[in-house]
């Protein structure tokens, strides 16, 4: 009879990764016909969980049973096979093909035609319609997706689940880019499917809508199950405190830096989209650490983009040491001292095709010409000094950088922006995929560069680190400043509470 | 002991010749061409065939210098060989002779060898920064933006040499101190001559690999190809350093196409026809890859050579030119299948 209260049981589920424990013997029960919630900060292990669930990764220890089964998925489609499907933050639809050709792909209705078969496009378009009327979705299935609203592309995404007769359905995020009336429409579906004995995990940060809609809230922090509460014991307050409530060990090297005069003020930047930033003011002072939290989606990527000369600003001005600038693009960023770590490592950060001594000089080639053509020598001094400033670990100089390890190729980047000796570096997330060993590192370089009069902006999702590591806190929430707060004074639940000021 | 350390140094001399033998494959495969070819022939390695077969590679070497970089982009120019036919006939259309009949302008002033190569070279420039421009700003992809070029030029070229009520004709009666660059040489001695064709080839190549390796502009060139994004962050001008690439390959068009109408002492409308094909295969046997970012202006040279030496080996172990054909495709294939194990392995 165990097997009949819980659709989905995931038993003592550990994972590690070099260096860190991703995962730490976590057990979550969703019941069928229920909506159960996982919280946690960025980083507190949800997404491995899932991933672990679909078969992505193999769970080091622990088992996953449904209907009191032991299964273990080898692909998505294994999955989906079994009932589960899951609803992706980022959707990846084929945008120019029709809807319902998005919605069937891969099991297309056929007929025969002697040998051959042929797909039957004329019962794909009576099954989309008729899908769609069950969940009162209004949708044209033959209209390209190109020309739907995301809300509308993740409507396609469960309705594809409810085809797949799914049931278990993970909803990731599903309402960061929906507006209010669709978030309504939304939980008008995952009531009805409750209500059909369907389990829904959804995950979320927004308290609000976890408990307006959830049964069950199972929180996460740290790679470990803090607890699974009924809903209705829950309060924004409890689970911000259950999210982050815990203790900090000596994971930060000693600050020795003291902050001087504004160096940069940045007044009222707006971008042309609606839905990123708006009239954000702050200021930056010299040798200071100033810390950038919020929930992902608080477009702090796109505010530094933007004053980098990356991104577009509608309104807002820039001023350096008492001047106002422009940065049109990034080259004229650069002239003015100011460098950025991107966040995303691969798609702007490494050349991963060429060396590490390419990679430390990309930016800085300027320095060395010497009557038109470039001083590799004095450059390979200077990647030398680079590498054994930063204790790059890597064979060679020549050595391509995609042979090395995350966090040396962080440290790599970082080099190429110190040659350039900035005054102020921009660190978007910079120890994201990086094991604990080499995050010591760096915040030890980051602490020294600020003892030595660097002013740094370290855009962080992970709580501890923003603590441990700003002067001040500036944090957003969906495009606005919400406060700015002093490091020692804050904690977390401040934190978290104006990060989500507005959901 | 004595004899631990030799076989120690013995298996590190086989890893450097095997590490050599992977990244050198193409050189190797064209020096074992040449020696087995001069094995069943052996007029094959005489003096004057290499010379012969060093003169050819010559205009085509240059074409691959313009080619090559735009690879490295992520690019590619298919209006490399249509360029070359309209700068060739340019050139040669202000270097005939004065008592030649069919001239193309009847009353055209004589003017100094180095005015028509140069206003060649401008004409190839020019298409050269229609492309860049289109690729650079109107982000065309670059195969569509050269597809539309390469035709143009054709037309254009068409145009030019189109002499009503006689149609287009060959440009011939090139004057002699023009087509004497192409086939004059430096006599060494005796018998032995090195042709200026060659010098300028060289030239060329050295240029060009100062270019690639000790400027900027090669760096930002690299880096392009290896990630555009990253290089946009990094403060590289990406629309501005495209634009110069394309110029770049269309200014060595420009001289190609001249060097090429000196050399042949005539040049058609036809000139070129899919010899920006030949460029492209040849820069990817010699290892630049058509994703960008990787190859070397030596691979660009090595992959001319294979293709040269490939045809001239054939011609002289006397198989027919349509199994010549069939041996270039072979190659293409198969140098690329090696080549990109070195990058495969790694992953």
Known sequence: MAAKDYILEMKGISKSFPGVQALDSVSINVRPGSVHALMGENGAGKSTLMKCLFGIYSPDQGEILIDGKK??????????????????????????????????????????????????????????????????????????????????IQSIEIAKAVSHKSRIIIMDEPTS???????????????????????????SHRME????????????????????????????????????????????????????????????????????????????????????????????????????????????????????????????????????????????????????????????????????????????????????????????????????????????????????????????????GIDVGAKYEIYTIIADLAKRGKSIIMISSEMPEILGMSDRIMVMCEGRMTGILEGKKTDQEEIMRLATQFM | ?????????????????????????????????????????????????????????????????????????????????????????????????????????????????????????????VVGIINGSIVAFLKVPPFITTLGTMVIAYGAVSLYVDRPPHGASPIGGLRDDFTNIANGAIPISGTVRFPYIVIIALVVFLLMWVLLTRTRLGKNIYAIGANPDAAIVSGVNVNRTLIIVYILAGALYGLAGALQAARQGSATNNLGFTWELDAIAACVIGGVSTTGGIGTVGGMLTGVLMLTFMNNALVFLNVSPYWQNIFKGIIIVSAVAVDIRKYLRKR
């Open chain 2, 1 to 125: 002991m004595a004899n631990a350390k030799s076989l120690d140094s013995g298996i590190t001399l086989i890893k450097s010749i095997r590490e050599f033998a992977t990244k050198r494959a193409i050189l190797l495969v064209l020096i074992v061409l040449v020696l087995l070819t001069g094995v069943f022939q052996p007029n094959f390695l005489s003096w004057d065939n290499l010379i012969n077969v060093l003169m050819i590679t010559s205009v085509y070497v240059i074409i691959a210098f313009g080619e090559g970089p735009i690879l490295l982009t992520k690019g590619v120019d298919l209006s490399a060989g249509r360029t070359v036919g309209l700068t060739a006939c340019v050139a040669a259309s202000m270097l005939q002779r004065a008592d030649y009949e069919s001239r193309i302008f009847t009353n055209f002033p004589f003017m100094p060898l180095f005015v028509p190569i140069l206003i060649a070279i401008v004409v190839g420039l």
């Open chain 1, 177 to 203: 880019s929906l507006t209010e009336n669709e978030v309504d429409h939304l939980f008008e579906i995952i009531r009805k499917l409750r209500n059909e004995g369907v389990a829904i995990i959804y995950i």
């Open chain 1, 71 to 152: 299964v273990s998925f080898g692909s998505a489609r294994d999955a989906l096979n079994y009932g589960l499907s899951m609803i992706h933050q980022e959707l990846l639809p084929i945008l120019y093909r029709s809807v319902m050709e998005n919605l069937w792909l891969g099991r297309f209705p056929l007929y025969n035609f002697g040998p051959l078969k042929f797909v039957n496009h004329a019962k794909m378009f009576k099954d989309t319609q008729a899908l769609f009327q069950e969940l009162k979705m209004d949708i044209d299935p033959t209209t390209w997706v190109i020309n739907l609203s995301v809300s509308k």
């Open chain 1, 209 to 432: 809508e976890i408990l307006k809609i959830a049964d069950e809230v199972s929180i996460m922090r740290d790679g470990r199950l803090v607890g699974t509460y009924p809903a209705k014991d829950l309060t924004t307050d409890i689970i911000i405190n259950r999210m982050v409530g815990r203790d900090m060990n000596n994971r930060f090297p000693r600050k020795e830096n003291v902050p001087g005069d504004v160096v940069l003020k940045v007044k009222d930047f707006t971008s042309p989209d609606p839905k990123s930033f708006k009239n954000v003011s702050f200021d930056l002072r010299k040798g200071e650490i100033l810390g950038v939290s919020g929930l992902v989606g608080a477009q702090r990527t796109e505010l530094m983009e933007a004053i980098f000369g990356l991104r577009p600003v509608i309104s807002g001005s820039i001023w350096l040491h008492g001047k106002e600038r422009r940065m049109r693009d990034s080259t004229e960023a650069i002239s003015e001292k100011i460098a950025l770590v991107t966040e995303d490592r691969r798609t702007t950060g490494i050349f991963q095709i060429l060396s590490v001594y390419d990679n430390i000089l990309a930016a800085n080639w300027k320095s060395y010409i010497r009557r038109f053509l470039l001083d590799l020598k004095q450059g390979e001094s200077e990647v030398k000094k680079s590498i054994d400033a930063l204790r790059i670990k890597t064979p060679s100089s020549r050595t391509l950088i995609q042979n090395l390890s995350g966090g040396n190729q962080q440290k790599t980047i970082i080099s190429r922006w110190l040659l350039m000796d900035p005054e102020i570096l921009i660190l978007d997330e910079p120890t994201r």
